[in-house]
């Protein structure tokens, strides 16, 4: 299937009166698949960009440009002012997404103009799409779809290759155009990325927390066979809940906590914004902790559940590790990860950063919550 497919996408983009394309490479299996896509099809014609917003992993620039020097050349534009300058302060998920697809198209409008390019090529994949036109949270790489006109508001048209297609199938097309295998594998990144998951109030040091507890949670988590595993913060401000609690009596010796900070979820067809809650306390055994969501998870506003791992009795910040498996994105599991594991990432968390109070682990499905939590 995947040759076939190729060789009709390839001969449909030669068809296009294309005069240079602009690639906005992620350092994903999307962007990357579609870029790698369009240049056998047009060659030096496409010009390939990885923005740097101030919202990436630690040294994620640098690595993806080493890791896509063979089949893909990548020239890295540094925007990191200007996405703090309009993004810092912000707090509500779907306004952080809007403003970012704002500036990140207007930056991407600027380099096209630059280049003498006429066309954008980016990895817009279905669930893409499926989740921004159903409410359930904007993407930052849909646009036509909403019925936004790029040639009018940026000066470009859009070359969207892989639009109807799964990430599974993306995966499989990336190993016939010979993509490197660490960015086949590599587990997907929000277009927003560190920005969305410093929950709540966008800050720098917010930023600085989370970049460091990703480096631990991705290093640590890695190899397991996973398929997205990462770490998110947000103020350790919690509230006891004794109905909450109720719920969960029986379970062990827990109690129930809702934090200040809302979290998308889903319900539905539709998207959800509601209470991120937290259980401290000892199960009678392990596996209880994966019960959790089942008996929280219906109750009203309640979007994701966490439990706690370790905490201590000072620090501003509370670190999720979050670890699901699934195949389509559009629903997932969450990923049973053993006690000692979860308790060793805890640990070198607190003992890296004295801002993080506690560390937790979020054990609620995709539905009813999303994978990421803005």
């Known amino acids: ?142 646009l036509e779809q909403i019925g936004i006109d790029t040639v009018s508001k940026y000066g470009f048209k859009l070359i969207e290759p892989l639009r109807e297609l799964y990430k599974d199938q993306v995966r499989e097309l990336a190993k016939a155009l010979g993509v490197p295998s660490e960015i086949v594998n590599r587990q997907p990144f929000p277009g927003p990325g560190l920005s969305i998951r410093a929950v709540g109030e966008l800050t720098l040091e917010k930023l600085d927390v989370v970049r460091g507890a990703t480096e631990i949670v991705e290093r640590r988590l890695g190899g397991m066979g996973l398929s997205q595993w990462f770490a998110a913060a947000w103020e350790y401000d919690v509230a006891s809940s004794e109905d909450l609690s109720r719920i969960i009596n029986g379970l062990g010796n827990f109690k129930a906590y809702v934090f200040k900070v809302r979290a998308t979820g889903v319900k539905g067809d539709s998207r959800s914004y509601g209470n991120v809650v937290l259980v401290r306390g000892d199960p009678s055994n392990w596996g209880l902790i994966y019960d959790l969501y089942r008996y929280l998870g219906t109750a009203r506003d309640v979007t994701h559940v966490v439990y706690e791992l370790m905490g201590r009795g000072s620090g501003k910040y509370f670190v999720s590790i979050r670890a699901v498996l699934t195949e389509d994105f559009m629903t997932a599991d969450v990923a049973r990860i053993p006690q000692d594991t979860l308790m060793g990432i805890a640990q070198e968390i607190l003992g890296s950063d004295e801002r993080v109070a506690a560390v937790g682990y979020d054990v609620t499905p995709k539905p009813p919550a999303t994978i990421e939590y803005e």
């Open 1 to 142: 299937m995947e040759l076939a497919w190729i060789d009709k996408a390839v001969e449909g983009i030669k068809s296009l009166p294309i005069k240079c394309a602009v690639a906005a490479i992620s350092g994903g299996v999307d962007s990357t698949t579609a870029a790698v896509l369009v240049r056998r099809a047009i060659g030096d014609r496409l010009r390939a960009v990885f923005i740097d917003t101030g919202f990436m992993r630690l040294n994620e620039p640098a690595h993806v440009k080493e890791l896509l020097r063979d089949v893909l050349p990548i020239e890295v534009i540094d925007a990191r002012d200007r996405f703090y300058r309009e993004m810092l302060g912000l707090s509500d998920a779907e306004e952080k997404r809007i403003r970012f697809r704002e500036v990140f198209y207007e930056v991407l409008s600027g380099v096209a103009r630059e280049y003498g390019c006429d066309w954008l090529v980016q990895g817009t994949i279905a669930p893409d799409w499926i989740e921004t036109r159903g409410g359930i949270k904007t993407q930052h790489n849909v």
